[in-house]
Each structure stands twice: as structure tokens, then as C-alpha cells.
């Protein structure tokens, strides 16, 4: 018996599948991937905007696709900022300096927004 989730999860691999089929699957690979790794959900999203560009040409399926991989595309993005976030404090870098690069206005909030994008990586809601 299927789960919603495996349902899910087929249907967000058909949608890789539509944009890697869409040329994705020839990007260069990433300095930071490792040898055989498939491109993320953003590069698959950023790609299937790009195929959208001239819309007389524009394959449906594709911008569908990629309109399907936009949840799972946030998420990595998540991750990264909770990284990033992580990686500045540890480089010594002060909650107003991080404030500042995020272009928020106190430290304050760039501290709630670490808690929120963390409850969110880690599956504890905080939208």
C-alpha cells in the first residue's frame, strides 16, 4: 500500500526527471557536488525558468515541473541559511553584522530568523 508521501515522492522524481530530460541533466556539475551527484532542486528550478524564457517555446511540462520542485527547492535553501548562519557565528561574526548582511533592520531579528529557518529544517514548523 502507497503512503501519501511515496506518492509524494514519485511525483517530485517525475518532475526531476521532466526538467533533467529539459537539458538539465547536461549542467556542469557544481564545485561543491560530488562526482555522479544530480543537480539540486534549485538548479532544476532555476533551469526549467530559464527553459520558460521564450514562453511561443516554452515546453508546459517543464514550467510544471518545475513549479513542483519549488517546495523541495526552499527546503535546500533552508539548509544552506541555517548553514551560512551557523558558519558566520562561528567565523566570530556578530548578530549585527549578520543582521546587516541580511538587511534587517536589529540582531534581534536576525536571530528569530535563524529559529524560525531552523524549526523549518528541522520539520518543527516556524513558518
Excluded at 22 to 29: F, I, N, R, V, Y
Amino acid at each position: 500500500m502507497h503512503t501519501e508521501d511515496q506518492y509524494r515522492a514519485a511525483d517530485l522524481d517525475r518532475a526531476r526527471v521532466t526538467v533533467n530530460d529539459a537539458g538539465a541533466a547536461d549542467l556542469g556539475p557544481r564545485p561543491w557536488q560530488h562526482v555522479g551527484q544530480p543537480p539540486s532542486d534549485v538548479d532544476l528550478v532555476r533551469f526549467a525558468a530559464w527553459a520558460a524564457r521564450d514562453a511561443p517555446t516554452t515546453e508546459p511540462s517543464v514550467v510544471e515541473a518545475g513549479l513542483r520542485l519549488l517546495a523541495p527547492a526552499r527546503a535546500e535553501i533552508d539548509q544552506v541559511e541555517v548553514g551560512l548562519l551557523f558558519a558566520a557565528r562561528s567565523a566570530g561574526m556578530t548578530w549585527p553584522q549578520i543582521a546587516d548582511a541580511l538587511t534587517l533592520g536589529t540582531a534581534q531579528a536576525a536571530q528569530q530568523r535563524l529559529t524560525r529557518v531552523a524549526a523549518r529544517v528541522s520539520g518543527d514548523g516556524g513558518s
